[in-house]
Protein backbone atom coordinates (compact mmCIF):
# COMPACT_ATOMS: atom_id res chain seq x y z
CA UNK A 1 0.00 0.00 0.00
CA UNK A 2 1.40 3.28 -1.05
CA UNK A 3 2.35 5.82 1.91
CA UNK A 4 -0.28 9.21 1.70
CA UNK A 5 1.02 12.01 0.32
CA UNK A 6 3.18 14.45 2.85
CA UNK A 7 3.23 17.75 3.33
CA UNK A 8 6.13 19.47 1.58
CA UNK A 9 7.85 20.86 4.87
CA UNK A 10 9.63 17.99 7.31
CA UNK A 11 11.63 18.35 10.49
CA UNK A 12 13.69 15.78 11.33
CA UNK A 13 15.85 14.59 13.84
CA UNK A 14 17.47 11.68 15.25
CA UNK A 15 17.87 9.45 17.88
CA UNK A 16 19.65 6.34 18.38
CA UNK A 17 21.16 4.25 21.72
CA UNK A 18 20.56 5.36 24.85
CA UNK A 19 22.17 9.24 25.35
CA UNK A 20 18.72 11.02 24.79
CA UNK A 21 15.17 9.15 26.04
CA UNK A 22 12.33 10.11 24.14
CA UNK A 23 11.52 13.43 26.38
CA UNK A 24 13.99 15.18 23.86
CA UNK A 25 12.16 13.93 21.16
CA UNK A 26 8.36 15.32 22.76
CA UNK A 27 10.14 18.60 23.63
CA UNK A 28 11.60 18.70 20.36
CA UNK A 29 8.51 18.96 18.53
CA UNK A 30 6.49 21.18 21.04
CA UNK A 31 9.10 23.62 20.59
CA UNK A 32 8.49 23.64 16.78
CA UNK A 33 4.96 23.49 16.80
CA UNK A 34 5.04 26.69 18.76
CA UNK A 35 7.44 28.47 16.98
CA UNK A 36 6.53 26.93 13.03
CA UNK A 37 3.48 28.43 11.03
CA UNK A 38 1.04 25.96 9.37
CA UNK A 39 1.83 22.60 8.37
CA UNK A 40 4.54 20.15 9.06
CA UNK A 41 5.19 17.08 9.36
CA UNK A 42 8.02 15.95 12.40
CA UNK A 43 9.50 12.78 11.91
CA UNK A 44 12.17 11.12 14.24
CA UNK A 45 14.56 8.45 12.48
CA UNK A 46 15.02 6.14 15.58
CA UNK A 47 15.98 2.54 16.68
CA UNK A 48 13.33 2.98 19.53
CA UNK A 49 10.37 5.08 19.35
CA UNK A 50 8.99 3.82 23.22
CA UNK A 51 7.53 7.01 24.46
CA UNK A 52 7.49 8.91 21.54
CA UNK A 53 4.57 11.26 21.32
CA UNK A 54 2.12 10.37 18.25
CA UNK A 55 2.11 13.54 16.52
CA UNK A 56 6.06 12.46 15.90
CA UNK A 57 6.17 10.06 12.73
CA UNK A 58 8.81 7.41 13.77
CA UNK A 59 10.86 5.95 10.91
CA UNK A 60 13.98 3.34 11.11
CA UNK A 61 17.47 4.61 10.84
CA UNK A 62 18.59 3.65 6.84
CA UNK A 63 21.91 1.59 7.71
CA UNK A 64 25.20 2.78 7.05
CA UNK A 65 26.88 -0.31 7.91
CA UNK A 66 29.73 0.93 9.51
CA UNK A 67 32.52 -0.99 10.33
CA UNK A 68 32.26 -2.52 14.17
CA UNK A 69 33.78 -0.19 17.16
CA UNK A 70 34.02 3.11 14.96
CA UNK A 71 33.85 6.09 16.78
CA UNK A 72 30.11 7.60 15.96
CA UNK A 73 31.05 11.49 15.14
CA UNK A 74 27.65 11.61 14.05
CA UNK A 75 28.06 9.53 10.58
CA UNK A 76 24.59 8.04 10.93
CA UNK A 77 23.16 11.81 9.99
CA UNK A 78 24.61 10.92 6.42
CA UNK A 79 21.64 8.66 6.58
CA UNK A 80 19.13 11.51 6.30
CA UNK A 81 20.41 12.09 2.64
CA UNK A 82 18.88 8.71 1.38
CA UNK A 83 17.92 8.95 -2.17
CA UNK A 84 14.89 7.67 -0.98
CA UNK A 85 14.37 8.31 2.90
CA UNK A 86 11.39 6.23 3.27
CA UNK A 87 9.36 8.14 0.37
CA UNK A 88 9.34 11.60 2.03
CA UNK A 89 9.38 14.34 -0.65
CA UNK A 90 9.91 18.00 0.22
CA UNK A 91 12.11 20.05 2.43
CA UNK A 92 13.40 18.84 5.39
CA UNK A 93 15.06 21.09 8.10
CA UNK A 94 17.25 18.68 10.35
CA UNK A 95 17.45 19.52 13.94
CA UNK A 96 19.79 17.64 16.81
CA UNK A 97 17.58 16.87 19.01
CA UNK A 98 19.30 18.38 21.99
CA UNK A 99 18.79 22.29 20.32
CA UNK A 100 16.23 24.23 22.29
CA UNK A 101 14.03 26.62 19.75
CA UNK A 102 13.59 30.11 21.20
CA UNK A 103 12.58 32.09 18.31
CA UNK A 104 10.64 31.64 14.68
CA UNK A 105 11.31 29.32 12.41
CA UNK A 106 9.68 30.03 8.90
CA UNK A 107 12.75 31.69 7.72
CA UNK A 108 14.48 28.42 7.94
CA UNK A 109 12.24 26.87 5.08
CA UNK A 110 11.81 30.13 2.58
CA UNK A 111 15.91 31.18 2.89
CA UNK A 112 17.42 30.66 -0.45
CA UNK A 113 20.15 28.00 -1.02
CA UNK A 114 20.60 24.69 -1.81
CA UNK A 115 22.14 23.51 1.58
CA UNK A 116 22.12 25.80 4.48
CA UNK A 117 24.27 24.95 7.40
CA UNK A 118 25.51 26.78 11.11
CA UNK A 119 28.98 27.77 9.91
CA UNK A 120 31.20 26.26 12.54
CA UNK A 121 31.77 28.70 15.99
CA UNK A 122 35.43 27.58 16.52
CA UNK A 123 36.54 27.85 13.35
CA UNK A 124 35.28 30.39 11.40
CA UNK A 125 37.97 30.96 8.79
CA UNK A 126 37.13 27.31 7.50
CA UNK A 127 34.41 26.26 5.62
CA UNK A 128 33.14 23.60 8.10
CA UNK A 129 29.69 23.85 9.15
CA UNK A 130 27.94 22.27 12.08
CA UNK A 131 25.14 19.89 11.38
CA UNK A 132 23.25 20.26 14.22
CA UNK A 133 20.76 22.53 12.19
CA UNK A 134 20.87 22.26 8.55
CA UNK A 135 17.83 22.26 5.65
CA UNK A 136 18.22 20.35 2.54
CA UNK A 137 16.04 18.84 -0.30
CA UNK A 138 14.90 15.57 0.31
CA UNK A 139 16.88 13.06 -2.11
CA UNK A 140 19.06 15.63 -3.79
CA UNK A 141 22.26 15.09 -2.17
CA UNK A 142 22.13 11.68 -2.56
CA UNK A 143 25.57 11.70 -4.18
CA UNK A 144 26.97 12.50 -0.61
CA UNK A 145 25.79 9.41 0.86
CA UNK A 146 26.69 6.69 -1.77
CA UNK A 147 30.16 8.16 -1.81
CA UNK A 148 30.32 7.51 1.92
CA UNK A 149 28.95 3.91 1.79
CA UNK A 150 31.49 3.32 -1.12
CA UNK A 151 34.51 4.88 0.38
CA UNK A 152 34.31 4.55 4.42
CA UNK A 153 37.68 4.23 4.66
CA UNK A 154 39.02 7.03 2.39
CA UNK A 155 36.25 9.30 4.27
CA UNK A 156 36.96 8.87 7.74
CA UNK A 157 40.84 8.98 6.96
CA UNK A 158 40.48 12.47 5.41
CA UNK A 159 37.51 13.66 7.66
CA UNK A 160 36.67 13.63 11.48
CA UNK A 161 33.67 13.13 11.54
CA UNK A 162 30.44 13.39 8.95
CA UNK A 163 29.70 17.16 9.32
CA UNK A 164 33.52 17.98 8.26
CA UNK A 165 32.86 15.50 5.39
CA UNK A 166 29.62 17.18 4.44
CA UNK A 167 30.93 20.99 4.61
CA UNK A 168 33.57 19.91 1.58
CA UNK A 169 31.49 17.80 -0.40
CA UNK A 170 28.84 20.74 -0.80
CA UNK A 171 31.66 23.15 -0.96
CA UNK A 172 33.23 21.89 -3.87
CA UNK A 173 30.09 21.46 -5.23
CA UNK A 174 29.27 24.84 -4.67
CA UNK A 175 25.84 24.13 -2.84
CA UNK A 176 27.23 25.33 0.37
CA UNK A 177 25.55 28.74 2.46
CA UNK A 178 25.39 29.08 5.91
CA UNK A 179 22.43 30.55 8.11
CA UNK A 180 22.59 34.05 9.18
CA UNK A 181 25.07 34.33 12.63
CA UNK A 182 22.81 35.31 15.51
CA UNK A 183 19.93 32.71 14.14
CA UNK A 184 21.96 29.29 15.81
CA UNK A 185 24.17 30.37 18.86
CA UNK A 186 25.88 28.13 20.51
CA UNK A 187 25.10 27.92 24.36
CA UNK A 188 28.65 27.24 24.81
CA UNK A 189 30.46 30.27 23.43
CA UNK A 190 27.79 32.77 22.96
CA UNK A 191 25.30 32.12 26.11
CA UNK A 192 27.68 31.34 28.80
CA UNK A 193 28.96 35.13 30.38
CA UNK A 194 32.70 35.01 30.00
CA UNK A 195 35.11 34.63 33.37
CA UNK A 196 34.96 35.38 35.92
CA UNK A 197 31.47 36.97 35.31
CA UNK A 198 30.12 33.64 34.26
CA UNK A 199 30.44 32.89 38.68
CA UNK A 200 27.70 35.53 39.19
CA UNK A 201 25.70 35.84 35.66
CA UNK A 202 23.27 33.30 34.49
CA UNK A 203 23.80 32.51 31.03
CA UNK A 204 21.59 34.33 28.36
CA UNK A 205 19.22 34.26 25.19
CA UNK A 206 21.57 35.55 22.63
CA UNK A 207 20.32 38.53 21.20
CA UNK A 208 18.60 37.26 17.65
CA UNK A 209 18.57 33.88 18.59
CA UNK A 210 16.18 31.08 17.29
CA UNK A 211 17.88 27.68 17.82
CA UNK A 212 20.45 27.34 20.77
CA UNK A 213 22.96 24.74 20.03
CA UNK A 214 23.88 22.30 22.77
CA UNK A 215 27.46 21.20 22.12
CA UNK A 216 30.18 19.54 24.16
CA UNK A 217 30.29 20.68 27.66
CA UNK A 218 26.02 21.40 28.68
CA UNK A 219 22.68 19.67 27.45
CA UNK A 220 19.63 21.63 28.75
CA UNK A 221 19.08 19.94 31.57
CA UNK A 222 22.29 20.52 32.85
CA UNK A 223 22.11 24.32 31.59
CA UNK A 224 18.53 24.46 33.59
CA UNK A 225 20.81 22.84 36.82
CA UNK A 226 23.69 25.11 36.73
CA UNK A 227 25.82 22.00 35.62
CA UNK A 228 28.98 21.66 32.97
CA UNK A 229 30.83 18.49 32.44
CA UNK A 230 34.29 19.72 32.58
CA UNK A 231 35.89 21.05 36.35
CA UNK A 232 36.33 24.49 36.78
CA UNK A 233 33.87 25.59 34.38
CA UNK A 234 31.28 26.77 36.17
CA UNK A 235 27.94 28.12 34.97
CA UNK A 236 24.58 29.65 37.14
CA UNK A 237 21.56 27.92 35.92
CA UNK A 238 19.84 29.14 33.07
CA UNK A 239 16.84 29.26 34.13
CA UNK A 240 15.44 30.22 30.36
CA UNK A 241 15.81 26.89 29.24
CA UNK A 242 12.53 26.22 31.34
CA UNK A 243 10.50 28.56 29.30
CA UNK A 244 11.36 26.74 25.83
CA UNK A 245 12.12 23.15 26.72
CA UNK A 246 9.18 21.73 27.32
CA UNK A 247 5.83 19.71 25.87
Not at 139 to 159: K, N
Request: hydrophobic share 40%; glycine share 6%.
Amino acid sequence: MAAPAAPARHVICMKWGRKYGPEYVNRLYAMVRRHLGGDFNFVCLTDDAAGIRPEVQCLPIPPLDLPAGIPERGWNKLATFSADLHGLRGTALFLDVDVVVVGPLDEFFTRPGDFLIIHDYKRPWRITGNSSVYRFELGAHADVLEYFRSHVQEVRERFRNEQAYLSDVLHRQGKLAYWPQEWCPSFKYHSIPRWPTNYWKPPVVPPGARIVVFHGECNPPDALAGRRNRRFRHIQPATWVAEHWHE
